[in-house]
């Protein structure tokens, strides 16, 4: 593989890890200057906002620690796969089928590759299932706690008018 690729995919990645504890650190600081300065009112509107965002950013941050917890897991067993289908395509490529019972080997390989490739593939799409909730959940708890501390104030401005 060419090395320039390699560096650009690396740093990517590196990025993208950079990006994905940030937004874990970010959902957490903001609940917890949330709690710190909330001021409950008789408003019921408000304290559900407020509740709500505080419930929807819990949320989304134990999913976002469930994933990276889950997320090295995934990357050493689809290196595994990695490694036995290079070794598979390596036995294949070498026409040594028929020498010594490595045709057997090349079945086991096959095999165990067929058996475990759906299953690290699901696995793959739950990570980034809880990528997509935990950025949903993320971005309406905010949308929820901006609303509960706005909706006073904006009402506030109609009152005055009329």
């Known amino acids: 593989m060419d090395s320039a690729y390699r560096n650009n995919i690396e740093y990517s990645r590196s990025l993208q890890e950079k990006y994905e504890y940030y937004l874990v ?3 957490f600081t903001i609940l917890a200057l949330s709690v710190q300065t909330a001021k409950f009112t008789d408003d019921k509107v408000t304290t559900s906002l407020l509740l709500l965002g505080w419930g929807l950013l ?10 990276l917890e889950m997320q090295p897991l995934g990357h050493e067993n689809f290196a595994i796969l990695d490694e ?4 598979l395509a390596a036995l294949k490529e070498g ?3 028929a020498q010594n019972g490595s045709e057997q080997l090349i ?3 096959q095999s165990w590759v067929d058996k475990n490739e ?6 793959e799409s739950k990570i980034i299932l809880q990528y997509q909730i935990h950025k949903y959940l993320f971005f309406a708890g905010v949308l929820s706690v ?3 501390r706005a909706y006073r104030p904006f009402l506030g401005l109609f009152e005055s008018q009329c």
């Open 25 to 27: 650190a970010l959902t």
């Open 84 to 87: 036995k289908k290079e070794i």
């Open 95 to 97: 026409g040594v089928v």
């Open 146 to 148: 901006i609303l509960s």
């Open 58 to 67: 819990i949320i989304s941050g134990f999913i976002a620690l469930l994933r």
């Open 107 to 109: 079945e086991k390989l």
């Open 118 to 123: 759906p299953i690290l593939n699901k696995f």
